[in-house]
């Protein structure tokens, strides 16, 4: 049996343990595969925000309604919830004193999403709506949400 011994300055061979690393193609396809991925995410997300925002509207002003319902039972007096498609604007004011309560613009958004309606009513101590309707607000990939308001005081959106 004959032992070979190498050289200090002899290079392993390409199959030898002591090898690491990656080669330069394994590394453009994995740089490849996550363009990709990247790519994809990308254009669904851009799909997805102009409905987030809609949808967070929606929240802000089925909020703003409960808030004045609950503002008019809390202090036993009416409570005017007014949203205004020319303003694009919700607001909430003490109905005696007009005291502005809470004001929500739509425009702050700064994605599109706009009243295509108006609503006055006023919430009374019994936490009843004076007047019940509907508010339909739009973003600009013509989805619509619609915030009904009921004559019970109950506020659903679909």
């Known amino acids: 049996m004959k032992i070979r011994i190498f050289p200090r ?12 690393g990656f ?3 394994e590394v453009l396809v994995i ?7 990247a790519g994809l995410s990308g254009t669904a997300l851009m799909k997805w ?10 929240r802000t002003i089925v909020s703003m309604c409960q808030d004045a319902r609950i503002e008019a039972i809390k202090r036993n007096q009416d409570i ?6 020319t303003t694009n604007s919700c607001e909430t004011r003490v ?19 706009h009243l295509t309606g108006s609503l006055n009513t ?3 101590s019994r936490g009843r709506a004076s007047n019940s309707g509907s508010i339909p607000i ?21």
């Open 9 to 20: 300055t002899a290079r392993p061979g390409p199959r030898d343990a002591r090898q690491k």
């Open 23 to 25: 080669t330069l193609v």
């Open 31 to 37: 740089v490849g595969v996550i363009a990709l991925l």
């Open 49 to 58: 925000i102009p409905q987030a925002n809609l949808k967070r509207a929606a």
């Open 80 to 85: 005017s919830f007014d949203c205004n498609s």
């Open 95 to 113: 109905d005696s004193t007009g005291t502005s309560l809470r004001r929500f613009d739509l425009s702050t958004l700064q994605s599109g999403v």
């Open 122 to 124: 006023n919430f009374t």
């Open 138 to 158: 739009k973003n600009n990939a013509e989805k619509t949400l619609t915030i009904t308001v009921r004559p019970s005081g109950s506020i659903v959106t679909n």
